[in-house]
């Protein structure tokens, strides 16, 4: 069984198939919560819409616990009123037909939405009396809520970010590693122990900003390793004019504000301490780190304010390439401290 289970809606009166087919999708990860009419499903959906993330849909349901099993009213309610509440919610829930009635009954029944999500599938709607295709529906719901809470990260929670991360060129990694950062923080799909794992995530969005700054002349080419990796604590001390002999250089005028540099500065320290943690020869590291985790029940708090620190500075980043968007100009900003001294 998946430790992170899905919470699927499904709209079901069967008595043959409501206690063995829970047990089947409970294998794929998947925790199916029966509703006998479309009337209390709905009441679920609106009191915690957030909670589910797939609906199954009989065809041949109810639309209220008095009303008799009815395909050609059933579905047109249950599908009109999901993509209403997708519309309110500003978030689509992917919704699947499993049923036992024939092509001819139900196949004008079924709206073309679904083939947003489940276009590919080669019918419009999974059997009940096909183990195979009952077995794909579960795996399928599985790897389409996955994709579709990616879209979700990019496209409507967080989509200035995302379009800053494209209009300013950073590597196409970066929406890869902000998306696995950002996603736990809406989807219960990852354990915060596994969470906590990802601090390498947020040094490497930094870098992968640093590494454009390089390019685009806001850094020296000091800030890049002989193993071609950039320096972050080199370049953050660069960024906030900060005099240190690592440092040969300095801004005429202070890239990073007060609020970014400590940010930044904070961040690049403290996931250090996380990844040196695992170092037996950083014994303070380890001990430091096993603490903070230990005293606060291994939450991943902290992870959480850096994915939302990093989003704040794509967007600081992506404006500041806006007003400064000459490499030679950005390049004449900054001066060598010994040949500035030596004059």
Known sequence: MTDNMLNVLWVENDPNVLLSYPLEAENYGLNLQAYECWEDALKA???DYDKWDAIILDAKCKVKKDSADNAMRFLPEATNSLTRLATEHKRQINWYILSGGSEEEINDLILDEREKWDGDFKKKYYSKSSDEERR???????????????????????????????????????????????????FDDVPDKDYNNRFKNVRQVIEY?????????????????SNGRINLAWSSKFLNNKDNDEVPYKASKKIFNETIGKNVWNMISTTGSFLHANNPANSENNTQIHEYLRMTGNSSYLIRSFALQLCDLILWYNNYLKQNPDKEKNMSNWKSIESSTSV
């Open 45 to 47: 959906l609106e009191a």
């Open 209 to 225: 900003i640093f590494r454009s700054m390089f390019e685009n002349g806001i850094m020296p080419e000091d800030a890049l390793q």
């Open 136 to 186: 794909l529906l579960y795996l399928r719901i599985r790897y389409h809520a996955k994709r579709s809470h990616s879209m979700q990260i990019k496209t409507t929670l967080y989509r200035p970010v995302f379009d800053a991360i494209s209009e300013s060129n950073l590597d196409e990694e970066v929406e890869f590693l902000m998306t696995e950062l950002l996603s736990p923080m809406h």
